[in-house]
């Protein structure tokens, strides 16, 4: 590949793959890569963080005594492993009284497209999409205006 050549991630959720873009000559290109790549953590390096954020209290603690929770999640833009999260983060709020039929899961999609089933499926699974409400959001209906900020 040539200093004019970039592959980038592609296709996330479709068969990931790789797209090559091809720049002209005559363009001064330079990619920017983390100094370290992050690494995959197992399920109970998750529930720790969970347990032990930084700067607030822990999920469990946050959630006890709730009536309601709602959960947003990215769309299928970004290729956050939502199938994995979404059961750890459950189990956390069941296990601080907060039962399943009183989680909402919010899809945080802005102006992009609706999801389908299918969509859904693909992101958080088959289990999850038949145990929690899971709503879109419309960025065009049901808001309210609550004025301008600075």
Same mark, same amino acid.
């Given at each position: 590949m040539?200093?004019?050549?970039?592959?980038?991630p /592609?296709a996330? /959720?479709?068969?990931?793959?790789e797209?090559? +873009?091809?720049? &002209?000559?005559? /363009?001064?290109v330079?990619?920017? !890569?983390p100094?370290?790549? &992050?690494?995959e953590?197992a #399920?109970?390096?998750?529930?720790?963080? %969970?347990?032990q954020?930084?700067?607030?209290?822990? =999920?469990?603690?946050l959630?006890?005594? $709730?009536?309601?929770?709602? =959960?947003?999640?990215d #769309? %299928?833009?970004r290729?956050?492993p939502? #199938?994995? @999260?979404?059961?750890? +983060?459950?189990?956390? %709020?069941?296990?601080?009284g907060?039962? @399943?039929?009183?989680?909402?899961i =919010?899809?945080?999609s802005?102006?992009h497209?609706? /999801?389908?089933? %299918? #969509?859904?499926? $693909? $992101? !958080?699974g &088959?289990?999850l999409?038949?145990?929690?409400?899971? *709503?879109?959001?419309?960025? *065009?209906?049901?808001?309210?205006y =609550?004025?301008?900020t600075?």
């Open positions: 040539s200093s004019h050549e970039v592959c980038v /592609w996330a /959720w479709y068969e990931d793959g797209e090559r +873009l091809t720049f &002209p000559s005559s /363009w001064e330079q990619v920017a !890569m100094e370290h790549q &992050p690494v953590l #399920d109970d390096e998750i529930r720790s963080r %969970l347990a954020p930084i700067g607030t209290a822990a =999920l469990a603690e959630a006890r005594g $709730k009536r309601r929770v709602v =959960l947003a999640s #769309d %299928l833009t290729p956050t939502t #199938d994995r @999260l979404l059961p750890i +983060l459950l189990g956390v %709020l069941e296990e601080a907060v039962s @399943l039929d009183q989680i909402t =919010l899809v945080a802005g102006s497209r609706f /999801w389908t089933r %299918l #969509d859904l499926l $693909k $992101k !958080m &088959p289990e999409c038949d145990t929690v409400a899971i *709503y879109n959001h419309h960025p *065009y209906e049901n808001l309210v =609550l004025g301008q600075s």
